[in-house]
């Protein structure tokens, strides 16, 4: 058949849709490097790719198939094609020599048989070799004998007798003719030489010799000995010994020795290039004749060829999803010799997720056996071994990677579930708040994350931050009043970039921590335009005696609302003094006559902030007459002065917060220190 002609539509007889040989970049694999066929993947066909030559292919087999493999991917699949090639009358009928010489004496006997080299067809069956016509002539004819193993061959026979001085040469033709249509026919001359009377012809003991011998013998090594005799005396009784039309090839593979008929070997031999020789012998007198006999050699198998391993089909990816069963790779595995030492057998690795199934002789499917995770292990190099049941085994090696493909199976995952974050109040705009951080153990798009707050954030809240969708850094996206608010919460949600995607969600704790930005704001006494609240005290009041109290609150926290009392200015500077913490207003001393009857003192309220701010405050007192002296308000008069060491006592309580001048809390208690110490510093 002609290079492209179609031997048939794979498509149609496996029942594929045409369009899956391209898209599942189908092709045609063959058992070693020979590819005498290819797939038109447009048509389905399958194509012839080279000349094919079933004598090359198959030599004398009665029976020739080629054995394919049609692989398909995504996913592998593997279909087995077998081609049997049939044989056409291509080759003529070829004898080994156009020459053939006899020398024959005058006195040879009549009906004596000469056996001559068949030809050779390499084609079979009625194409080969079916009969010998011989050129007319008066002393010879042709007959047809059978060797031991059933192949004819021609043999020249006597039919009258000879005569030297007559006619010293005949020259005859010899036709083979095969059976094929049309016929096709080879020629030999044949060139027979009369000498004179030499009575005897050498006579092998046996017509034919059989003889074995194992394959890479060392060179040297006897295989037989062929014996022959002639009852001539002289010259007519020395024999020589040659092989007949002897190839070129099995002229370097085996000699004779000419005087003792020992065959040895010359070279290499193989079992697997040819297990059987059949060898035309002459042994020739010194008279010029010569008899024949067969040499038949078997060679003998050893198990000299380790096992082959071809990776026919490998997808060096498999997904991790893919489902036990999955077809990974398509290997051929053979071995040269036969027997027991051709006889394979092959394994893998063990504690792997995969095993061998093997539908065709010499063809394993390599395919998963268990359940595959990229993010236990991404890879695996799979060690396929070999071995044939010769005595000694031989093995053979190849390893197999397959890189396992990523699948979308795994969230994101933050560092933590819950993360908490500060910020100061009164920060600009774009102020960086903190870092998000999820990680997703999955590969290439599928463990690219992006962020962004939940929707399951209160639409409000949502918008007090912004995140920086690919680093997930939080910015603020406006400003923050700790006054106004203290504490919020959004979540926000991180989505890798599967199909479809994946996400989970984190949980983030604002915190608003305060700024000293409100001064202190006076409750008591109260002070509007044009009004000043007098306070009034009795004459006899003694020293340390409670006047009144100035109550101010600070609408920070902590230690921005820790608020500290001084005076400033006074009627009369060494008459009052303030408590530093707790705004109460007391009298140093005594009032004495040439007191003014109304006291003006203005007292300076300062908070603790890094960056102190304050108020100031006038209070109005009035001394009277007739009002009573309460003892409940000096009786700690003179704790302050009981030492110069100084106790602090730290009472931490609930704060009071002021904004826009509206009183948010009624309780005036605060975090304070009371202080018991040495003289006051008077005013």
């Not at 045609?28 to 004598?55: F, H, K, M, W």
């Not at 394959?215 to 022959?228: F, Q, Y």
């Not at 002070?527 to 005696?545: C, K, L, N, R, S």
Request: some cysteine; charged content about 20%.
């Amino acid at each position: 058949m002609q290079r492209g002609s179609v031997i048939g539509n794979v498509a149609r007889d496996l029942g594929l849709e045409v369009t899956e040989l391209g898209a599942r970049r189908a092709r045609v694999v063959a058992e070693g490097t020979s590819q005498l066929c290819e797939l038109d993947a447009a048509s389905g066909n399958l194509l012839i790719s080279q000349r094919i030559d079933r004598e090359v292919l198959c030599a004398q087999a009665s029976v020739c198939v080629l054995q394919y493999q049609l692989l398909l991917e995504d996913p592998l699949q593997a279909f087995s094609l077998v081609l049997d090639i049939a044989d056409i009358n291509d080759n003529s009928p070829v004898f080994a020599a156009v020459e053939i010489k006899l020398d024959l004496v005058e006195s040879t006997v009549l009906g004596r048989r000469f056996p001559l080299e068949s030809a050779h067809d390499p084609d079979l069956g009625t194409n080969s070799v079916r009969e010998y016509k011989l050129s007319p002539n008066d002393h010879f004819a042709l007959e047809m004998s059978t060797q031991i193993n059933g192949n004819a061959y021609p043999e020249l026979v006597l039919k009258r007798a000879l005569d030297r001085e007559a006619q010293a040469e005949h020259v005859l033709k010899i036709n083979g003719i095969d059976g094929g249509n049309p016929i096709r026919s080879g020629t030999a001359s044949i060139h027979i030489r009369v000498l004179d009377a030499n009575d005897n012809v050498p006579v092998f003991s046996q017509r034919v010799y059989k003889a074995s011998v194992p394959e890479n013998s060392a060179m040297g090594t006897v295989i037989a000995t062929l014996n022959a005799t002639d009852s001539d005396e002289g010259v007519y009784g020395e024999i020589t010994y040659s092989f007949s039309h002897l190839s070129d090839k099995m002229g370097g593979i085996v000699e004779i020795n000419p005087l003792s008929g020992e065959v040895r070997v010359a070279g290499l031999i193989d079992y697997e290039e040819d297990n059987t020789h059949e060898l035309d012998v002459q042994a020739k007198d010194g008279g010029g004749q010569a008899s024949h006999c067969k040499l038949i050699i078997d060679v003998i198998d050893v198990n000299d060829n380790k096992p082959v391993i071809e990776i026919k089909s490998a997808s060096a990816n498999v997904a991790e999803d893919s489902k036990p069963g999955t077809m990974v790779a398509l290997i051929n595995v053979y071995d040269m010799d036969t027997g027991s030492s051709g006889r394979v057998t092959c394994t893998i690795s063990d504690n792997v997720p995969f095993k061998f199934v093997s539908e065709v002789k010499n063809y394993y499917m390599l395919v998963t056996d268990g359940i595959l995770d990229r993010e236990l292990q991404p890879e695996y190099n799979i060690t396929v071994t070999a071995t044939d049941a010769g005595s000694p085994s031989l093995s053979s090696l190849k390893v197999i990677t397959i890189l396992v493909n990523d699948i979308n199976d795994n969230p994101p995952t933050f560092t933590q579930s819950v993360y908490n974050a500060n910020i100061l109040e009164n920060q600009p705009v774009g102020t960086f708040v903190m870092k998000l951080k999820a990680e997703d153990i999955d590969d290439g798009s599928h463990a690219k994350i992006l962020y962004q707050i939940s929707r399951d954030t209160h639409s409000e809240v949502s918008s007090f931050l912004t995140i920086n969708s690919e680093t997930g850094e939080l910015f603020t996206s406006r400003l923050f009043d700790y006054e106004q608010s203290v504490h919020f919460q959004i979540k926000v949600t991180a989505r890798d970039g599967g199909d479809p995607p994946l996400s989970t969600t984190c949980t983030v704790n604002v915190f608003i921590k305060d700024q000293n930005d409100n001064a202190p704001v006076v409750l008591y006494p109260v002070q509007t335009t044009g009004f000043i609240a007098e306070d009034m005290v009795p004459v006899e009041a003694p020293g340390g005696y409670l006047v009144t109290k100035v109550v101010a609150v600070d609408a920070d926290s902590g230690h921005n609302a820790w608020l500290s009392y001084r005076i400033i200015t006074a009627t009369r500077p060494n008459l009052f003094i303030v408590g530093l913490h707790t705004g109460e207003i007391r009298t140093v001393r005594a009032f004495m006559e040439d007191d003014e009857p109304k006291q003006t003192v203005v007292v300076l309220v300062t908070d603790n902030g890094p960056e102190t701010l304050s108020a100031t405050v006038t209070v109005s007192i009035v001394v009277g007459n007739g009002l009573p002296v309460l003892n409940e308000l000096f009786e700690f008069a003179d704790e302050s002065q009981d030492s110069d060491n100084l106790t602090l006592y730290l009472i931490i309580q609930r704060s009071a917060a002021y904004q826009k001048n509206t009183l948010r809390r009624t309780s005036t208690d605060r975090a304070s220190l009371k202080v018991r110490a040495g003289a006051p510093h008077p005013c």
